[in-house]
């Protein structure tokens, strides 16, 4: 790497990271504490890159992004927060930063990110200036994650919400499927033009469509769970569509189930699919994001406590426990059961029992949703590793991703077999294939709780 990195942020440890691995990658550093220090470097025309934290000790990083590009047109910033929402992500696109990266960031891939945006700078110096006007605070969205899938995620919706392509949100039931969709509209240039969402009753009798597409004046038309509209209302749907004029609403819609399995056994039209599937996002079940149950438990608990409960907070017990749990429900699953709790407990302090008590009456884990039956294990493979480099959006996932996907599937191999052999390590180890000096081994790096287990049949 080549040129003059600017490095805001408050915490020492990063700033001292970033200036050995920058200097040690061939870049000259500069590193500061301050936002007002930053942008003095700005104005007197030092620096090709800026990396820069949010919340500041004197000011707002993501605030200084129009001021920024005001004073140098072209200068690439790169915001790292520890506010990990899709409003932060969002507002980093809205404000036209060159990219954005949630903490704990991953140091390979936000050193391979500013080589790219020094080479952008060097070869087109004169890359467009934000829209000064863009940024507009929303409301408190419970659409928080610092995981990978829920990153890629963010910066997916960032890059769409301003663009004319339909969007399909897809997702089990709970996951926040419609916050998503409300989101889209909310930080797009539609924000002050409607949000309609449509239900079957509205596309019913001749003038039902042409009613929506008057109620949505150029705003956001969402078709909520679209696969369980009859055929007649997707009929209506495609027509509809097919007389959009130049003040078209955006056009999104949700859906719980697997419209392209739906499709194929003839259950939903094949021209409606195509016409709603401009880009997917699929939003990640709590299984698949376990990281960030702690993390939304405790953004429950604060929403409550704002609303008038009482102040509450889970005992290191009582959140591993959370953790642990399968929340077939997802997102609203847990919210409902974090409310219960706040009101529920004795003390200040969640205890384990009183969650094992909440949790008692909730439903087991579920199966998987259908769209994978019948298909080889290498399929479903496929399907999963696919998605996950699609949630990325165009940006590779961190470096070590081979170790990463083995650790992934070794662990829940193990204790599966585990399961199998009712516990029995050399029955497990045959089962496996592998000698029991390396099942035990593999037992003790992947921190795989033993005890007596129950053997399924």
């Not at 805001?8 to 050995?20: C, E, F, H, P």
């Not at 608990?301 to 509450?312: I, S, T, V």
């Not at 009183?354 to 493979?381: F, M, W, Y």
Request: proline share 5%.
């Amino acid at each position: 790497m080549d040129g003059t990195v600017l490095v805001a942020d408050d915490d020492r440890t990063i700033r001292t990271v970033l200036t050995q691995a920058l200097t040690r990658a061939g870049c000259k550093v500069h590193a500061t504490s301050s936002i007002v220090t930053l942008m003095r470097w700005v104005d007197e025309g030092k620096g090709d890159l800026v990396i820069s934290d949010v919340i500041m000790p004197d000011g707002n990083g993501l605030e200084q992004l129009p001021k920024i590009a005001e004073a140098r047109p072209g200068l690439p910033v790169i915001v790292i927060s520890a506010q990990n929402t899709i409003m932060t992500a969002i507002q980093a696109a809205e404000a036209d930063a060159y990219d954005y990266l949630p903490k704990p960031f991953d140091l390979p891939d936000l050193m391979k990110r500013a080589a790219r945006a020094l080479e952008i700078k060097r070869r087109a110096p004169t890359t467009r200036a934000p829209d000064v006007n863009a940024t507009e605070q929303g409301g408190d969205l419970p659409l928080v994650g610092r995981t990978p899938v829920m990153q890629g995620l963010y910066r997916l919706v960032a890059r769409v919400m301003n663009t004319q392509l339909p969007v399909l949100i897809t997702g089990e039931s709970g996951t926040g499927k419609s916050l998503i969709a409300r989101a889209v509209h909310d930080f797009s240039d539609r924000r002050s033009l409607p949000f309609v969402v449509v239900s079957a009753s509205d596309l019913e009798g001749m003038d039902g469509p042409s009613t929506v597409l008057s109620r949505a004046k150029g705003g956001s038309i969402l078709f909520d769970e679209v696969s369980d509209l009859s055929e007649e209302a997707q009929g209506r749907i495609v027509r509809m569509l097919d007389t959009l004029g130049d003040n078209a609403p955006r056009i999104m819609a949700t859906s719980q189930s697997d419209l392209m399995g739906r499709m194929e056994d003839g259950q939903f039209r094949e021209d409606l699919f195509y016409r709603l599937g401009g880009v997917t996002v699929d939003v990640p079940s709590l299984r698949e994001r376990v990281d960030d149950i702690p993390l939304l438990a405790e953004h429950f608990l604060a929403r409550a406590e704002r609303d008038g409960a009482p102040l509450r907070r889970f005992g290191d017990a009582a959140l591993d426990l959370v953790r642990a749990y399968s929340w077939p429900g997802n997102v609203r699953q847990l919210e409902n059961a974090v409310r219960r709790l706040v009101f529920t407990a004795s003390e200040d302090e969640i205890t384990r029992a009183e969650v094992e008590l909440v949790l008692g009456n909730q439903p087991a884990i579920e199966p998987l949703r259908s769209g994978g039956e019948g298909d080889k294990l290498s399929a479903s493979v496929n399907k999963h590793l696919r998605r996950y480099f699609d949630l990325h959006g165009g940006v590779l996932p961190p470096p070590g991703l081979y170790n990463r996907i083995l650790k992934e599937v070794e662990g829940p191999l193990i204790e599966i077999a585990l399961d199998a052999t009712g516990g029995n390590q050399a029955k497990c180890a045959d089962l496996l294939g592998i000698n029991r000096n390396t099942l035990r081994k593999k037992i003790t790096d992947l921190d795989i709780r033993v005890t007596r287990r129950r053997k399924l049949m």
